[in-house]
């Protein structure tokens, strides 16, 4: 059984962006505003299954602006290298 995970970049009626993470065998979705939160979650969803996720995938809305994908890429790359630094 192949473990992927979907990341679909979302926009909230204000704007802001935030990522829904879903678990495709369970169908499970979890809605995370920041990195942090993301990290803890799919955490907590890869542990079903032993810590053992084949794949992430990334996407976004159409209606996400260019801006708001990119303050989350820099966002995902400051907190890699932070946990690197750990």
Known sequence: MSVI????????DLG???IELKDTVSNKIEICND?????KKIEELGS????????VR???DENVPQSEIDKIKL????????????
């Not at 990195?35 to 990290?39: A, I, N, R, V, Y």
């Not at 079903?48 to 794949?55: L, N």
């Not at 995902?76 to 690197?84: L, R, S, V």
């Open 48 to 55: 079903d299954y032993g810590g053992r996720i084949d794949e």
């Open 16 to 18: 802001f962006a935030y």
């Open 35 to 39: 990195l942090e939160d993301f990290s």
């Open 5 to 12: 995970f979907e990341s679909v970049i979302k926009c909230n």
């Open 75 to 86: 966002a995902m790359q400051k907190y890699q290298e932070e946990m690197e630094e750990k």
């Open 58 to 60: 990334w996407s976004s």
